[in-house]
């Protein structure tokens, strides 16, 4: 039972995470995330799988003892019971310390596991620049931290069961004491004495164990808060409860779109385009003007302050999500390769696209023929973020990902920062074949790679300076025309 309600657990954390918006993974460290679906959850586990059981059968035992207690000597019995305050007390008070002591250590767990998966994914920057020695320390000093935190933790639980043995050894001189007084004058056999004494002990054992079950208690208690912290997120990015019915074909419109990833700090100010279906535009301008802003705005990522964004007439918050984001394919500067193999990676496991399917797609961005020369061909292994591939190869893999789901809308941005001169004249004919009948969106800082753009719009500190094609924004002798200039000199 307890590995099915942590497997349930560990899902619906997962899941709930998926649903979460970009501006949460963007303040959110990844290692925080992996200990809560990982480690949190095991330690929910004892919750249901051990404690609770013992729990019923501590307190069962304890009720028993206590009434066979009664039975014998009701005097003896109520002297007995006289320090069972003194435990709540201490019970309340190890309660306490210890769910400040188990935080604490949920706490530098997590910290620890953020370390270490920031500091192994930039591990080849870390050796590039010899601070091998200095992230030593660093790991060195965040497992200490939790070191002193899991002494803390186990000095609390240390000083908490000797003090509930040690009322159980005053309630035992207090019976004796009584006890031997009543025998002595004749109101209490020996043997009674005796087997009360024994029950005492009975009755005091269930007590300890429930000190320790309560130690464990509190640790998956701290857990389990961990856990809910992050159920308890609400997603600010939601589909519509009745939405629009669209078959989507392109059509892009900003009306007066204002936006701020801060309040009041707005990286878009008044903003208004259109970009008609099959259309390609592109956005150039200098870093920060909030051309990549625009981007994540269209597939609703973020949700805009002010204005509207419409797709084909209709605005994207009356679009079911999936709909929006299932016409969008998005080619980026840094290409994602999962762990897996070629065509997985492709397909993303989508059981909707065929192997047929992947193989087309592979060959018509130009991938097909560097993938056939693999060792095992679209079933070739990968790792984690593709690093047996090239920076090209990479990218026309995410070429020939963005073509099987077959967008109406592609976004681009930055897709060729990275590329090799190897590879610069495939993808380039694997541009072209993926942007033929799509509305296209470029972000790029090489004005050459945008020239033959239907439509370039000008940005510059959230605003649009101007739009245009090449010829006619050079004979406008305006910003684009300095960039233009700036870059032939370079």
């Known amino acids: 039972m307890g590995q099915q309600i942590v497997y349930k657990l560990r899902e619906e954390t997962f899941t709930h995470i998926h649903s979460l918006s970009l501006s949460f993974f963007n303040t959110t460290p990844v290692g925080k995330l992996v200990t809560r679906v990982s480690n949190d959850t095991e330690a929910v586990n004892e919750l249901f799988s051990t404690i609770l059981v013992k729990l019923f059968k501590n307190v069962v ?123 002595l004058n004749g109101s209490l056999s020996l043997g009674t004495l005796f087997v009360f004494i024994t029950y005492i002990s009975s009755f005091f054992e269930p007590i300890q164990e429930l000190s320790e079950q309560l130690g464990t208690l509190q640790s998956s208690i701290a857990s389990a808060e961990k856990i809910f912290s992050v159920l308890d997120v609400k997603p600010e990015i939601v589909s519509p409860t009745d939405p629009a019915p669209v078959n989507i074909l392109g059509e892009i419109e900003f009306r007066h779109v204002w936006f701020a990833y801060e309040e009041e700090n707005y990286i878009l100010k008044d903003v208004s385009f259109v970009i008609h279906p099959g259309e390609k535009a592109a956005f150039v301008g200098a870093t920060g003007a909030g051309k990549s802003t625009i981007l994540n705005l269209i597939g609703r990522y973020f949700d805009i302050q002010k204005g509207q964004i419409l797709i084909d007439g209709i605005d994207i918050h009356e679009i079911d999500l999936d709909v929006l984001r299932g016409a969008i394919g998005q080619v980026q500067q840094d290409v994602f390769i999962f762990t897996g193999d070629i065509k997985s990676n492709i397909s993303l496991n989508n059981e909707a696209i065929s192997p047929d399917d992947v193989r087309r797609a592979a060959e018509i961005v130009n991938a097909d023929p560097f993938i056939q020369k693999l060792p095992h061909g679209y079933d070739e292994p990968v790792t984690e973020r593709g690093s047996t591939l090239s920076a ?77 094609t090449h010829q006619e924004l050079l004979a406008k002798d305006g910003l684009y025309k300095k960039l233009y200039e700036l870059q032939l000199m370079d």
């Open 61 to 183: 035992k304890i009720i028993g003892y206590a009434v066979v207690m009664l039975s014998i000597n009701v005097k003896m019995a109520g002297i007995s019971f006289l320090l069972l305050p003194l435990v709540a007390i201490l019970t309340f008070v190890f309660r306490h310390l210890s769910r400040k002591a188990y935080q604490i250590t949920r706490n530098k767990i997590t910290e620890l596991n953020t370390f270490l998966s920031e500091h192994i994914s930039g591990m080849k920057l870390i050796q590039i620049f010899a601070r091998e020695k200095e992230k030593y320390s660093e790991f060195e000093g965040k497992s200490m931290e939790l070191y002193r935190a899991n002494f803390r933790e186990i000095m609390t639980f240390a000083i908490f069961r000797p003090s509930i043995y040690l009322v159980s050894v005053i309630a035992m001189i207090l019976v004796i004491r009584t006890g031997s007084l009543s025998v």
């Open 392 to 468: 090209g190869q990479r990218q026309l893999l995410s070429f020939a990902r963005t073509l099987a789901y077959d967008p109406k809308i592609l976004v681009l941005d930055e897709a060729t920062a990275n590329i090799d001169t190897e590879t610069e004249t495939l993808i380039t004919q694997a541009l072209a074949r993926l942007m033929d009948g799509r509305t296209t969106i470029m972000v790029a800082h090489r004005l050459s790679t945008i020239q033959h753009a239907d439509k370039i719009i000008v940005m510059h500190h959230g605003e649009i300076k101007e739009s245009g």
